[in-house]
Structures are given as C-alpha cells and as structure tokens.
Antibody, heavy 118, light 107 residues
Framework: EVQLQESGPGLVKPSQSLSLTCSVT????????WGWIRKFPGNKMEWMGY???????SYNPSLKSRISITRDTSKNQFFLQLNSVTTEDTATYYC????????????WGQGVMVTVSS | DVQMTQSLSYLAASPGESVSISCKAS??????LAWYQQKPGEAYKLLIY???TLQSGTPSRFSGSGSGTDFTLTIRSLEPEDFGLYYC?????????FGSGTKLEIK
C-alpha cells in the first residue's frame, strides 16, 4: 500500500526557511509525480508544486522563487523548501502522489501543521 | 489562474438523504475536474476524477457530473461516514487550483 508521511519542524521564524520531508513507502518515487499542497487556516487550499519521476519540477508561480522541491531516490523521500517565510505561510502542509497522466492526487499524507511565528 | 468556486461552504443533511455540491470554474476546463474528501484525522481521499469517473474504492452512492465550467458532486442516500470537507480541483492547466471547500455535516 502506498503511504506518505510528512515530517519537519512545526514552528519556523519569519524570514527563515521551511523544510519538510515526505517519506514514501510502498511505491517508488521514480514513478509518477510527487507534490506538495497546503491548507491555510480557513480551509483555502493551494497547490505548491511537484517533482516528476525524472526529477523535473513544476511550481506554482505564486510562490515565485521561494520554493524548491527535491528528492532522494535512495531513501524514497522528497522534500519541500520554502524560503523567506512570513506569517502568511502558516498552514498545514501535505505531500501527495499524483498520477502520471492526470494531475490528480490519489494518495496523500496526513499533513503537518507549520506555524510561522517569532 | 482558473478560479474554482464552491458556492456552498456548509451543508447539513440527514442519513438517507441525497445532497449535491456544486463547483464552478472561471473558464472551461473540459472534464479535468477531481473531487476530494477530507475527514478529521484522515488523509485526503480522491473520490472522482475526469469529472465523473469514480476512483477505485469510492462507494457507488457518489457520482460526479458536468463539463466545461459547471460540475456537481452528488451523494445519494447519505451514510453517517460521509461527513467531512469536500473540495473540487481543476487540472486543466497549471497552477492546479482548488475550490474553497464545502463542509458536509450529518444531522
């Protein structure tokens, strides 16, 4: 069974970087697409970006140059780094598997809440 | 970006009833529309994709319809476990965008 689990600090200071890990079991990240989505307080959802089976990436333009998604295929993990965070980046962050032929997320992690505060 | 609008933010219904949740796109997205369910403490679940195709494991009481700009998720004969948050998401173009969510409460 495909399982995803997010991990990372729950509190980040403004202007610092947010770094999260998604550990995948039951499926290789060298297949399909693997992405990050966040849910803000108030339930608004935002697609952040994904990394493909080949390592190419696609990001939401709203995040401009602040975002980076990378991977470690030896550990079957992929990562999110979001730079220069502000309080507006406070959200629950989810990692997910996307189908190769349609950008629908068919497996999700449970999510990790990240608060940006000094 | 394609804006997705779910006009109902909250909906309450009794077991056995049928409910419909609507989702409107700001431009035509053909049938590139998915529905997700989120329940407290659980991972998001993909219910429907391509507007009307049930994901494996989705109960048959769920159905999706629509194309272009207007879409509907219908749940026939509600079960108590159907409570939760429902989101639509378009994947016609990037950035992928979500509706604002509809919270379904079981009376």
């Amino acid at each position: 069974e495909v399982q995803l689990q997010e991990s990372g600090p729950g509190l980040v200071k403004p202007s610092q970087s947010l770094s999260l890990t998604c550990s995948v079991t039951g499926y290789s990240i060298t297949s399909n697409y693997w992405g990050w989505i966040r849910k803000f307080p108030g339930n608004k959802m935002e697609w952040m970006g994904y990394i493909s089976y080949s390592g190419s990436t696609s990001y939401n333009p709203s995040l401009k140059s602040r975002i980076s998604i990378t991977r470690d295929t030896s550990k079957n993990q992929f990562f999110l780094q979001l730079n220069s965070v502000t309080t507006e980046d406070t959200a629950t962050y989810y990692c997910a598997r996307y189908r190769s032929y349609a950008h629908v997320a068919d497996y999700w992690g449970q999510g990790v809440m990240v608060t940006v505060s000094s | 970006d394609v804006q997705m609008t779910q006009s109902l933010s909250y909906l309450a219904a009794s077991p056995g009833e049928s409910v419909s949740i609507s989702c409107k796109a700001s431009k035509s997205i053909s049938n590139y529309l998915a529905w997700y369910q989120q329940k407290p403490g659980e991972a998001y679940k993909l219910l429907i994709y391509s507007g009307s195709t049930l994901q494996s494991g989705t109960p048959s009481r769920f159905s999706g319809s629509g194309s272009g700009t207007d879409f509907t998720l219908t749940i026939r004969s509600l079960e108590p476990e159907d409570f939760g948050l429902y989101y639509c998401q378009q994947y016609y173009e990037k950035p992928l965008t979500f509706g604002s969510g509809t919270k379904l409460e079981i009376k």
